[in-house]
């Protein structure tokens, strides 16, 4: 699948992560949280990013002034796809791959990002999702209440035990902003979708995935921007042209991930 990856940078670490990087960084780099995502046109309205809580990340080294977080799957699959331009020696196997740091998601929570392009321009929040799979994309998850079930359901949920999930509140109440309207389901297709299935929780996962490709078909084929530079075009056409502005402004780059396969060339 060729996912587009987005780079939200580290604006302020949570606790537990401002301790864990503690002079393994050097201050004048740039962290980057490295969500992967097939709908780059959704990006407008990003209130916040996912990660698995029990699912362990690394920190990588992309270069002397860049750092990705995600999982070691992911930097591996990156470093064959050129993302890590300081290897001198191609790394013969996912050992030479070492991360600066590693920790389980449940770490990050809280800590500061800035997502490119979301409205939500002061920042948003690092979140757990206890859904995410660490054998799919990046590991990381960038969350579109607008327009995904799957994170429409999930902030609800962090809202109403927000104490349980041990984060404060209003980091799962950012305004949930429209960015398409579609003929079925209107501007805001994830909570039309959710209410009407009478989807309780974010571990329905059949009427999630249901819900899902109908809210991916609708909002493809008959799709209208609301927001953005491509206000007002269909969203077949935005999609495209939004995925080239965030590679070439640099906010984000093209990832393959071979479906969950390990490569290994130590062979
Ligand atoms: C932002 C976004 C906005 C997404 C949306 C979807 C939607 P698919 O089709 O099943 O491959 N995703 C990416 N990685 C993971 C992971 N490791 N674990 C769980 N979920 C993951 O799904 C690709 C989508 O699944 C990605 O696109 C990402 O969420 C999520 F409005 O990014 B998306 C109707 C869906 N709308």
Redesign the pocket.
């Known amino acids: 699948?060729e996912y587009t990856a987005l780079k939200l940078k580290v604006k302020e670490w949570s606790s537990e992560a401002a301790a864990a990087v503690e002079g393994k960084i050097p201050a004048d780099a740039s962290v980057y949280f490295v969500?992967?995502?097939?709908?780059p046109e959704?990006m407008y309205g990003q209130t916040c990013c996912f990660v698995g809580p029990a699912i362990k990340y690394g920190i990588f080294k992309v270069s002397d002034k860049e750092y990705f977080v995600c999982t070691k799957r992911a930097a591996w699959n990156m470093a064959f796809q050129g993302k890590f331009f300081d290897l001198d020696n191609f790394p013969k196997d996912q050992k030479e791959l070492e991360a600066v740091v590693e920790l389980p998601g449940s770490a990050f929570v809280g800590t500061l990002i800035n997502a490119p392009l979301s409205l939500h321009e002061q920042g948003v929040r690092i979140l757990p999702m206890d859904?995410?799979?660490a054998s799919?994309?990046t590991?990381v998850?960038?969350c579109?209440p607008s327009?995904?079930?799957?994170?429409f359901a999930t902030i609800r949920e962090l809202a109403k035990k927000a104490e349980y999930y041990k984060i404060q509140k209003e980091w799962a109440e950012l305004e949930i902003i429209p960015v398409l309207e579609t003929p079925a389901y209107g501007k805001l297709s994830a909570q039309h979708l959710v209410e009407k299935m009478k989807i309780n929780s974010p571990k329905d996962d059949k009427q999630l995935a249901e819900a899902?490709d109908l809210?991916?078909k609708e909002?493809f084929y008959n799709g209208t921007m609301l927001v953005g530079e491509f206000a007002g075009q269909k969203v077949q056409d935005a999609k495209e042209k939004v995925r080239q502005q965030i590679l070439q402004s640099g906010d984000g780059f093209a990832f393959a991930d071979p479906s969950g396969e390990v490569i290994s060339r130590s062979a």
């Open positions: 699948t969500p992967a995502t097939l709908r959704t859904t995410v799979l799919k994309g590991g998850v960038t579109v327009d995904s079930p799957d994170d899902k809210a991916y909002g």
